[in-house]
């Protein structure tokens, strides 16, 4: 037996929402913070503005930071749950409570990220601009079509035997999302 006889309704058991881009980067600290910006060597310091021992990490404005005291202190009440590390997860499983607190962590990122790059375009201001570069003198390299035939043959060979044995044919590697508690210290 295949899988396609085990799972007839496949395309049925995979529809999703689509999640906004500013969420992904909040979950897993992929923004303009200052924790994120200083790991490309783009700040000196990955600290906090309210701070200098402070990391401005995603937790650090969600849970800690004094600049966001207020609207935490309002979310706490509209949510009725004190913001904790621990219960954000909880928070996230309540459609009403993550609406909210999405909405919180938006606009917190929203202004930290808003800060670095005023910050960058200060510095670009105050740095020359560097000599054009001249344009690529050769064509880019061509892969000839019996490569490409190979690759097709290759992987239409790769399906087969996971057909046949049963598994699907595509490989996926899980990512640990920075809210995930197995992933924090």
């Known amino acids: 037996m295949n899988w396609q006889n085990r799972c007839p309704k496949a395309d049925a058991d995979y529809d999703y929402e689509k999640i906004p881009l500013s969420w992904t980067q909040i979950f897993t600290g992929h923004t303009g913070i200052a924790e994120y910006l ?64 999405l909405s919180f962590a938006e606009k917190a990122f929203r202004e930290a990220t808003s800060r670095h790059r005023s910050m960058n375009r200060k510095r670009n201001e105050e740095t020359p601009p560097t000599a054009p570069t001249s344009a690529p003198t050769q064509n880019p390299k061509r892969i000839p079509k019996q490569k490409l035939q190979h690759c097709a043959r290759r992987q239409r060979k790769e399906c087969y035997v996971a057909q046949k044995t049963g598994k699907p044919g595509i490989r996926t590697r899980g990512v640990a999302l920075f809210m995930d508690e197995n992933t924090e210290g």
Do not use: G
């Open 38 to 101: 200083h790991r490309f060597k783009l700040l000196q310091s990955p600290s906090c503005e309210c701070d200098a021992d402070k990391i401005e990490s995603v937790w650090h404005i969600i849970l800690e930071c004094p600049r966001y005291e207020v609207a935490r202190y309002d979310l706490e009440h509209k949510i009725e749950t004190k913001l904790e590390k621990r219960k954000v997860h909880e928070i996230m499983e309540n459609a009403e409570k993550r609406v909210e607190f």
